[in-house]
């Protein structure tokens, strides 16, 4: 593959993988209500999933991208230790200026914003889908086809779960149906630029590339650690969430060799 041919698959890839939001969203029609704990259920489900997603298709091929270019095994160690710690502090640098509000574990960020409630709830989701579009971007890195597919096939299973829980979240304080829904939908758009921002990062510069992929890594690994395990261990459904975090992790590790 060219560098144009990585940079569509990468957005046409996180496009698709934004469709599983967008079908979970409108599963508000049929289901206008989780209990607290399926929701931690299906959220620890969709962590599972990222969670061997970035081991697997970012932080393996990051390791060996960087071996091969730097020299050794150390090098390469070193760079994705590097490009992975900088993810997640870029991660946590934004989730500490920008405001935003959790649905379990509250509001976050500047304590004095004037936004109102919907856009919290909008750039909460948001914080959460642009990563995963960059890493289903940074998946075609060196044109490797099979390890973008994977990941946008995983990112779009676990995203119809979070769609779903989203747009339950929402109509349970106040919003109808089709607005509840649409902002789920919405919510998912963001990924496609994640995807175009990962794929131009891989497409010219090959030393970069295990840089990239292990920074995806930091970023998704940030928010499985920081957003979803702390809020799906709340409510006395710790095992339960971690047991469908395992279940999760099992899907993704059977799809990656399925594909690879």
Known sequence: MDSSQ???????????????????????FLIRQLSRRLEDALLSLAAGIMLAATFFSLLLPSLEYGSTLYGGEMAGGMVAATGLLTGAFLLFFIHQTVPHEHFVTGREGASKTKLARIWLFVLAITLHNFPEGLAVGVGFAGGEMANGLSLALGIGLQNIPEGLAVSVALLSVGFTPARASLIGIGSGLVEPLGGLVG???VSGAEAFMPWALAFAAGAMLFI????IIPETHQNGNQNIATFSLL????????????LG
């Open 224 to 227: 499985i650690s920081d957003e």
């Open 6 to 28: 990585i940079v569509w698959a990468g957005v046409i890839a996180s496009g698709c993988a934004s469709l599983g939001t967008a079908a979970g969203s409108l599963g508000v």
């Open 247 to 258: 279940i999760g992790f099992v899907v993704m590790m059977l799809l990656d060799v399925l």
């Open 199 to 201: 794929a131009v990062a």
